[in-house]
């Protein structure tokens, strides 16, 4: 199609320079592992699903503050689970408690807090945001929902990890 | 005492402060009321009303403009009338008034037209719109101009009089203003270096842990900022009101200077939920604030035997007699000591925060407001109108206007608190957050209504005792005719100053203990958080999920 032989060398000169140009990023971005800021939730831990079970009874949940809601929502565990938690935020501070346990704690936007607890009793936790976080501050909350285990059942339930995949407000 | 007598000059330059400062609390109190009402569900939606909004009004207008600008006024008469010598200079006091005032206007703007609904401690990325930052930088400027002031007086009385005794009264006061440049350190760096460039767009990104970090090295000395001028009238002033002296002047000495040395190397204690600080420095922080059981301790202590001297002295016999030999009817006295009663609750409560990992039980729930009101907005704030009853009418001439009004103000407000304070702790134990507009929750619990309704009783009480005090004052000034006979009361000590080691009077080395301390306890902290918390939080506006970038 293209009949100068300068155009064909401008072209493909191009395309050989912009391959270049993506060499040189992934070799940068992989090789050396430079890596850009990222949205919080492709870091790990917050890159895993919410709620894992690490080991039998014990589980790790992950969770994200944010304007203004928390992700997860809601935490489904069997009864006698021990829960680590860790948490950050997306965007301002924001407070993590989790009523009627000792799991009081901030979330700091770039910093990761955790803190563990053990679900023995039953029933919903209510968890509160007790950090103003703007406009819908009061209206923050989530739920952990800890089940009874089925009589005669030895263990923790089988894994039921509820992967949340979270997606980035900026995406 | 009163060799010199105080100046036209210096009496208008200290009732101006007073006056900013009521009309600070005026609006602070309504929005207060505003809160427990919008929290108990007794407020519909108003357009005009934003709980936020309000509640960064109060926490701004009540914890840091009526407090600064009392504690200049009582604290410049104090060291003025117990050195009997005029202020250093009446223009810097008047600079210092202008900037101050400069401050608060615009905050004030920024927080009117909506731009700074950050509340008090503006934790970033929160962000506010720079006057916010500018009129918070001037507010401080100002004081330490006012400080300044009333240290050189000090200096110039020092020199005057070489190898004499500082009088109580300037010694309380001399550690209220140095306490206050220690602690304004970190928050004069926080906002300079990170908050106000980062508001005016100069850097998109900023550090929200290193922020708060410096923040609450300025937070808890803050709260000595206020309590303290409070001690200087307990310990120089109610005895004289009561009819008695200071039970031990020496004492009293050393818990002014224990307060100033274990006051800010312990600000972790507000920071034992945060992530970035290791365990380990929590704890030392835990430990240093209970050092400071021991000067509150003393002075419990201390103003409860010169009380008991007073009662005696009035006639009181037995074990308790003497308690109603006090007088009571005063209302300088009444207030006084109503606040000094508020405080033991206050105090006992702030254990409750200080104890590690109690604290998670009590942390950012509606306990700590329900504390915070019997300290700085009880013991400290009472305490202030108790001195105003007599204060305004020496410093304008006129007598005060309705003795009455002023009785029933210092106990209704003592009433109100307290029934506030037990529905705001009792619920904070049931999980209420704090900082928030529990009214309009979606998931307000039903557990919670009889507490939230207790502090809306409890809270109107105090408006209502707040509204009588303005009232009061504003009588006083514009329309009593009466002339003013009173004196500023000044305390004898049974045990005198003259037992009082003299090492109590080297500034310098307490101002490098208190140094060395500070480098001890926060230089670990600093390096943790600078190690673990990156610069790269954007702004966000309290009404917008969505980043400044
Ligand atoms: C009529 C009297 C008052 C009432 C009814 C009142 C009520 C309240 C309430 C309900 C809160 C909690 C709001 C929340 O956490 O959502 C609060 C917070 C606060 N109040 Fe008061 N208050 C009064 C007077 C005062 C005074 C005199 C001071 C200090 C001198 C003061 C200082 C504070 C502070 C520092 C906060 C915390 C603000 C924040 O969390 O940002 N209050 N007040
Ligand atoms: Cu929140
Ligand atoms: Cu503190």
Known sequence: MVQDPFERVAIFGAGLLMTAFFLAIVVGAFGLGIRVP?????????????????????????????????????????????????????????????????????????????????????????????????????????????????????????????????????? | MGAMAISEGEKRLLRWHLYIAYIAIAVGILFGLLQVLSRARLLPPMPWYDYYQGLTFHGVLNALVWTTFNIVALLALAVRASLSRPLYSLSLGWTGFGLMTIGVAAAGYAILTRQANVLYTFYPPLMAHPAFYLGATLLIVGSWVAGANVILTYVAWRRENPGQRTPLMTFGS?????????????????????????????????????ARTLFWYFGHPLVYFWLLPAYVAWYTMVPRLAGGKLYSDPMARLAFLMLLLFSTPIGVHHQYTDPAIGQEWKLVHAFGTFIVTIPSLLTAFNLMASLEYAGRQRGGRGLIDWIFRLPWGEPAFAGATLSMIAFAFGGISGIVNASYNVNLVVHNTSWVPGHLHLTVGTAVTLTFMAMATWMVPYLTGRALWSRKVALANMYVWFVGVMIFAVGMMRGGLEGEPRRTNLGFSPYLLPEWMPFLVMAAIGGTLMFIAGVLFLLNMAMTIWFSRQPAQVEVPISDALHTAADAPLAFERWRVWLAVAAVLIVISYTPVLTQVLQTSPFSAYGFLPSNPAPIR
């Open chain 1, 38 to 171: 990222t949205c919080v939730t492709d870091i790990p831990p917050f890159d895993q699903p919410a709620v894992v079970e690490v080991a039998p009874g014990q589980y790790v949940v992950n969770v994200v503050a944010q304007m203004w809601l928390f992700n997860p929502r809601e935490i489904r565990i069997p009864a006698g689970s021990l829960v680590t938690f860790n948490l950050t935020s997306k965007d301002v501070q924001h407070g993590f408690k989790i009523l009627n346990t000792n799991v009081n704690m901030m979330a700091v936007p770039g910093v990761v807090n955790r803190a563990q607890a053990r679900f023995d009793q039953p029933g919903e936790y209510l968890i509160v945001c007790h950090e103003y976080c703007g406009l819908g501050h009061h209206a923050m909350s989530a739920r952990i929902i800890v089940e009874p285990r089925a009589a005669g059942d030895q263990g923790p339930d089988p894994a039921r990890a509820v992967a949340s995949a979270l997606a980035c407000w900026a995406r």
């Open chain 2, 174 to 210: 001399i550690v209220v203003f140095v306490l206050w440049y220690i602690a304004t350190l970190g928050v004069a760096i926080e906002v300079l270096f990170l908050l106000l460039p980062w508001s005016l767009g100069l850097v998109k990104q900023t550090n929200p842990m290193l």
